[in-house]
């Protein structure tokens, strides 16, 4: 499963189901207030969506679901909110990892896990063991992520590797930066989808969506589902990646007969 060439030097067919779907799964504390509900309410009615939208993308044949729960920005919103997410984070771990390993999914975690208490942390290993040889769908959490983090941390480990060389002698090109990114084990995104009706990346994958095809709907999270999946993939469909190069490029010349 070890998958590491960049999206921006191959061309996948357009016409096929996306490989690597990433969701930016937001609207939560809208849809609740809009219940005139405490906007956990939402972050809660949030959970359900994932599991439908896990099933959803197996029964599609998608092979990578990364979703965003939780940024590095997220820890400016109240206390009780973030408690309350963590709560619920640490919850779905206890009660969903032996469900997604039963379905044969593999269960990822990206982000920065020092800020997590260490019962999250051991569920979160404890999971990511488990499923790891499991192949139906690669399931990734976000969490704690943080575009920037996520380059960071990977110049901190490509310079450990450098073996002190001096920065201006030490050569080293795309490849050997993205191996240490978080999401390194898969193909970059090929269908990006942001729920909430936001137009921003909001730190989310800086160096993977460089060639992604984006999705941006208005529907809250809490009420996205298979059907508004299959929209964001028929959108992904029509699409035209060029990938820096001319649209007459693409055109596959079949060689006729005789
Ligand atoms: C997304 O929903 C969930 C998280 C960021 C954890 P929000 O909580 O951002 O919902 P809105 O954007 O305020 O409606
Ligand atoms: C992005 O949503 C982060 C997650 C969905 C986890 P936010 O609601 O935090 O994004 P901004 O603040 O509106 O950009
Ligand atoms: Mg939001």
New binding site residues.
């Given amino acids: 499963m070890q998958q590491r060439a960049s999206s921006t030097r191959e061309i996948p067919d357009a016409e096929s189901i996306p490989r690597h779907i990433a969701i930016i799964?937001?609207?939560?504390?809208?849809?609740a207030r809009n219940r005139f509900m405490p906007?956990v309410a939402?972050?809660r009615q949030?959970v359900e969506t994932v599991r439908s939208v896990i099933k959803a993308c197996i029964e599609r044949n998608v092979s990578y679901l990364t979703v965003f729960?939780?940024?590095s920005e997220?820890w400016r919103r109240p206390t009780d909110e973030i408690s309350f997410?963590m709560q619920l984070f640490a919850n779905a771990l206890e009660h969903e990892i032996n469900k997604l390993h039963e379905n044969g999914i593999c269960f990822k975690v990206v982000g920065d896990l020092s800020k997590f208490d260490a019962g999250i942390v051991q569920a979160i290993q404890r999971g990511q063991h488990l499923t790891s040889q499991n192949t139906r769908l690669v399931f990734t959490v976000a969490a704690n992520y943080g575009g920037r983090w996520d380059i960071m941390q990977a110049i901190r480990k490509l310079m450990a590797q450098s073996n002190g060389s001096a920065l201006e002698s030490f050569d080293f090109e795309e490849e050997d930066l993205s191996q240490y990114l978080a999401l390194n084990y898969a193909p970059e995104p090929d269908l990006f989808i942001r729920t909430?009706g936001e137009c921003r990346i909001s730190n989310f994958l800086l160096w993977q969506l460089a060639y992604t095809e984006l999705y941006f709907t208005d529907t809250?999270?809490p009420d996205f589902n298979a059907q508004e999946l299959d929209h964001a993939i028929q959108s992904y469909q029509k699409r035209e990646r060029r990938f820096g190069r001319t649209s007459e490029q693409l055109q596959v010349v079949v060689p006729t007969e005789g």
């Avoid at 799964?25 to 849809?31: E, I, L, S």
């Fill in positions: 799964m937001d609207g939560n504390g809208r849809w906007r939402g972050h949030g729960a939780f940024s997220n997410l909430g809250l999270w």
